[in-house]
Nanobody, 126 residues
């Protein structure tokens, strides 16, 4: 079993930056593809970014490309997403997720991720 705990959310103004962290515990997750998703009120959960176990591959949703950067520190079992130039439309609950062992593709579909954190709220005001 893998446990994921997000932190770093908060209330910021448009144009500000924020870094979210996801601490993993339980079974070793260094081999897992990790991802970030978000869900705004009354909207479906959407893909934000994903990163391979070695950090050699990453991809992003078009809406955050060039503004967000996903990274990981396997020694600390922690995944990060650096969010710059935040917009009001980035307001959402942000979730960290991990694919299961053997899931090596950086897929965007939420159903492909086995483990989920409880989420951290990010609110961007104008």
């Amino acid at each position: 079993q893998v446990q994921l705990v997000e932190s770093g959310g908060g209330l910021v103004q448009a144009g500000d930056s924020l870094r979210l962290s996801c601490a993993a515990s339980g079974r070793i997750v260094s081999s897992h593809v990790m991802g970030w998703f978000r869900q705004a009120p009354e909207k479906e959960r959407e893909f934000v970014a994903a990163i391979s176990w070695s950090s050699s591959r990453s991809n992003y949703a078009d809406s955050v490309k060039s503004r967000f950067t996903i990274s990981r520190d396997n020694a600390k079992n922690t995944v990060y997403v650096q969010m710059n130039s935040l917009k009001t439309e980035d307001t959402a609950v942000y979730y960290c997720a991990a694919r299961g062992v053997g899931g090596t593709e950086l897929v965007h579909q939420a159903w492909a991720y086995v483990y989920w954190g409880q989420g951290t709220q990010v609110t961007v005001s104008s």
